[in-house]
């Protein structure tokens, strides 16, 4: 699955409280992408990345942030959890077509 | 951006009947591409489409563009119960961005 990785693959948070999740990947692409996925609404781009320290907004990125220092992380914060902000988050590759390759998700849940 | 609509949101099918989803677009499409994610799990890739008219096939599942490229579809014959979960499309917005459809979730019944 293009060697990416998510951590944690599941969180139980307080809302106010900051929140990172991790991305990796081990194959030198240079796009990266965070996804929420809530029922009824399918899957919205938060924010991605096209190199290190290169970042643009997606369509849902309020209330998120994101870095990439190196080329092989891509991480979301969220800087004061919200119940809103509980979702499934998927990240992704983009493959030398512009399809894309996605991690196994990570489940967050704000309380 | 580039926005797709697609139906229908639910299917239930028994094992063995054939299954379709379409995705359609107001405007036209550069490419589409499909995924598929069973329950539980991540996307998955399936195909890409480029050409106008373009038809391909994986097995049982063959993937449509139409003639317009503005619709496609995802038809797979015989369904068995691997088949369950939901499939995507998605389109390319200025070769960076992939929008998705709503999906279709697909239910198979032994």
């Known amino acids: 699955d293009a060697g990416i990785t998510q951590s944690p693959r599941h969180k139980v948070t307080e809302t106010g409280t900051p929140v990172t999740l991790r991305c990796h990947q081990t194959?030198?692409?240079?796009?990266m992408y965070w996804y929420r996925q809530d029922p009824g609404h399918g899957l919205r781009l938060i924010h991605y990345?096209?190199?290190?320290?290169?970042?643009d907004k997606g369509e849902v990125s309020d209330g998120y942030s994101v870095s990439r220092s190196k080329t092989e992380d891509f991480l979301l914060t969220l800087e004061s959890a919200t119940s809103s902000q509980t979702s499934v988050y998927f990240c992704a590759i983009r493959g030398g077509n512009y399809e894309q390759y996605f991690g196994p998700g990570t489940r967050l849940t704000v309380t | 951006g580039q926005q797709v609509m697609q139906i229908p949101q639910y299917q239930h099918v028994q094992e063995g009947e054939d299954f379709t989803t379409y995705c359609n677009s107001s405007?036209?499409?550069?490419?589409i591409q499909w995924y598929k994610q069973r329950p539980g799990g991540h996307p998955v890739f399936l195909i890409q489409l480029v050409k106008s008219g373009e038809v391909k096939k994986q097995k049982r599942l063959t993937f449509q563009f139409g003639e317009a490229k503005k619709n496609s579809s995802l038809h797979i014959t015989a369904t068995q119960t691997t088949d369950v979960g939901t499939y995507f499309c998605?389109?390319?917005?200025?070769?960076?961005?992939?929008?998705f459809g709503g999906g279709t979730r697909l239910m198979v019944k032994p």
């Open positions: 405007t036209t499409l550069s490419n």
């Open positions: 998605a389109v390319n917005n200025a070769g960076n961005m992939l929008t």
């Open positions: 194959e030198n692409h240079r796009y």
């Open positions: 990345s096209y190199g290190v320290k290169d970042t």
